[in-house]
């Protein structure tokens, strides 16, 4: 790559560093805040849930955004909005200001985030070049949560609102290089058609009920929870709807025919699952039992960023010599191992115990990760880049959603009583959930597996084509006979 390309794909990475290390920041100062401004656990709770909601719930049409109006505009606009919101955040001094402040912030990092990638999968050739440029900006994003925790730990100890000062200093320093480096994207072409308004209501109502409803199941009544996930089902199929008839649709219902992309995004969910879910219960275990400190607890966790340094490093051999495919069923049998090594948590434990587990985490992360961004974003047509990087980030916040209410929920209920063993209980009871969702994952991801075989001995496989990971040479060939790395069939 070009040193511009470079510059690019470092600005880029920027932003989605800041995205992560905003959001584990906020993780570990979340014990400061309550003390400051003597909040409620349900305030609390929602100080998270309101950025959760925002992302989730407004992913998709931030995509589509991106395609429809420019990824450059869209992208520099609302990291604006993200660098603003999360100062307010800052200067909060009630709950409901805070609460506020996140929302808008995870609206501004749910039209910020897919514009960011679509610029990457759209600026850089298809093949070894945007394989590597994905990969990098995949151990970027997990350097950023894993950093952030440390960080976070670091700023806590001197005023929380450090927490959300510092995203504004690193979001302006991101904007000026953007403005400088980000080259502008082509002006959408005019066909005349309106945009699908009805689309976009439906589906971001239906994100932002199914998360809202996955959020709360813990804390309300289950039928006040199937009431809410009923109505966003209801919302799915009347968008479903909507987008069959509609003539400029939001989301091209034809590219939930391709099977790579599908099992990507259902994959990547039941892996955010997991991951999130775990990592809950090894705080909640750290610090609740344990009695460690909130940045003994970031550092014991810092190893999980092994992914930063591997993504970008050791993968990409990897998808060279095996494809997406294997790499990605590969990670997230290590990440099954991983959990399954933390199911006989003692109270005694030291970390050396709890070292390889997390290590296993860190490389299953750096396999997984930033090969599902690229078959989920590989051979989609560049009008719809936006899109297929909103579903993708839609289905990993929904999955994170998903998972901290699975174990949240399983924790409660086998938790009986304060006393140590109790607390064990409920902690090896819920460490089954990641377990499961990665076993899971493994077995769509399987699949993919089976699609490479098909392609390789006739061709791709129906609803993979084109995307087959191995595919004979001619579908995978790069300008000038160079052989690409393959790049599909998760």
Not at 164 to 170: E, G, K, M, S, Y
Request: glycine share 14%; proline share 4%; net charge neutral.
């Amino acid at each position: 790559m070009s040193g511009r390309a470079w510059g690019v794909l470092l600005v880029l990475c920027g932003a989605i560093f800041l995205e992560g290390i905003d959001v584990a920041m906020l993780n570990v100062a979340l014990p400061a805040i309550r003390e400051d401004l003597d909040l409620s656990t349900g305030t609390l709770q929602w100080v998270m849930s309101a950025y959760v909601l925002g992302y989730g719930g407004f992913m998709l049409l931030g995509g589509r955004a991106a395609d429809l109006f420019g990824r450059r505009r869209m992208f520099l606009l609302w990291l604006v909005v993200f660098l603003l919101f999360s100062g307010l955040g800052g200067l909060a001094t009630e709950g409901w200001m805070l609460i506020v402040a996140r929302f808008v912030t995870g609206i501004a990092a749910a039209f910020m985030t897919p514009a960011g990638l679509s610029i990457i999968t759209t600026g850089f050739p298809e093949g070894p070049q945007r394989d590597k440029a994905l990969l990098v900006y995949a151990g970027t994003a997990a350097g950023g949560f894993s950093i952030g925790l440390v960080v976070g730990g670091l700023l806590s100890a001197i005023d929380w609102r450090w927490v959300f000062f510092a995203p504004v200093i690193l979001s302006f320093g991101i904007l000026l290089a953007a403005l400088k480096l980000v080259p502008a994207s082509p002006r959408p072409e005019r066909t005349g058609q309106g945009v699908d308004l009805a689309g976009a209501v439906t589906v971001t109502a239906g994100i932002l009920l199914l998360v809202f409803g996955v959020e709360r199941a813990t804390h309300v009544p289950a039928v006040w929870t199937v009431a809410t996930v009923g109505a966003a089902l209801l919302l799915f199929l009347a968008f479903v709807l909507i987008e069959r008839g509609a003539s400029s649709p939001l989301v091209r219902l034809g590219l939930f025919r391709g099977g790579a992309l599908v099992r990507a995004n259902v994959s990547g969910l039941l892996f955010a699952a997991g991951f999130f879910g775990f990592q809950f219960i090894a705080v909640l275990y750290l610090q609740e039992l344990r009695g460690w400190s909130s940045l003994q607890t970031s550092f014991a966790l810092i190893v999980i960023g092994v992914d930063a340094v591997l993504s970008p490093l050791l993968t990409p051999r990897l998808v060279a010599r095996f494809g997406n495919a294997r790499v990605i069923f590969g990670g997230l049998l290590l990440a099954s191992l991983s959990y399954a090594l933390f199911l006989p948590i003692a109270a005694d434990w030291t970390y050396a115990a709890m070292f390889p587990g997390l290590l296993l985490l860190g490389l299953a992360f750096s396999l997984v990760y930033g090969p599902l961004t690229i078959v989920a974003t590989d051979g989609i047509a560049e009008e719809e880049q936006g899109v297929a990087g909103g579903l993708l980030y839609t289905s990993f916040q929904f999955g994170a959603a998903l998972g901290l209410s699975a174990v949240a929920a399983v924790n409660i209920g086998a938790t009986e009583g304060t006393s140590p063993a109790a607390l064990l209980d409920g902690y090896r009871a819920a460490l089954v959930v990641p377990l499961a969702a990665a076993l899971t994952a493994a077995a769509v991801s399987a699949f993919g597996l089976r699609a490479r075989r098909t392609a390789a001995g006739g061709g791709p496989s129906s609803g993979d084509s084109g995307q087959g990971d191995g595919a004979p040479p001619s579908a995978n060939t790069a300008p000038g006979g160079v052989e690409r790395p393959a790049a599909v069939g998760a």
